[in-house]
């Protein structure tokens, strides 16, 4: 899987049906949910939905394993993220070829590192079990992390805040 990722950062995968199915139960199914916050933002995942009300607009995406998309109850949408297990991608509604935001994750250092050599470690974030951690005052804080969901979640969340901010 790691392999897969790293060779294909455009998600084109070589994996077959089977892997490809394990890859998404993983980062899935496994999961009983739970919630993130960002200060007053709290996020909420259960049953492959991910909710906030925190925004002008409630927002609503789903999450198959593998990719994070505003879901048809949604008014607002801010674009949609992917996961392959070692490159996170956030798209912008209007460019879904080319990524807004791409990021590396390193599983030995539990870190999620933004793919643009001059700014790369301003914009890095370190997860630890409770916490998803940036390493720069010009990034931001900290999400606070209770329950069991897929990690690269709260980083595609933070994704979607640099998008939002951004627009």
């Known amino acids: ?6 060779s294909n950062s455009n998600f084109k995968s070589t994996m077959d049906l089977l892997q490809k199915e394990q890859f998404l139960n993983l980062n899935k199914k496994n999961h009983k949910g739970g919630s993130f916050r960002f200060g007053e ?23 198959d394993g593998c990719t994070l998309v505003a879901s048809s109850e949604s008014k607002t ?19 879904i070829k080319e990524p807004y935001l791409k990021y590396l994750y390193q599983p030995s250092l539990k870190q999620f590192t933004f793919d643009s050599f001059p700014i790369r470690n301003q914009f890095s974030w370190t997860l630890s079990r409770h916490f998803l951690v940036s390493s720069s005052s010009l990034a931001g804080g900290e999400w606070i992390i209770e ?20 627009k």
Request: negative net charge; proline residues 4%.
């Open 41 to 63: 933002e709290e996020w909420i995942y259960c049953d492959s939905k991910l909710t906030n009300n925190c925004w002008s607009e409630p927002l609503e995406y789903l999450w």
């Open 1 to 6: 899987m790691a392999i897969d990722g790293v």
């Open 147 to 166: 329950g069991d969901f897929p990690p690269a979640l709260v980083m595609l969340v933070q994704m979607m805040k640099y998008y939002r901010a951004g």
């Open 77 to 95: 949408h801010m674009g949609k993220g992917r996961w392959n297990g070692v490159w996170l991608t956030w798209y912008s509604e209007e460019k």
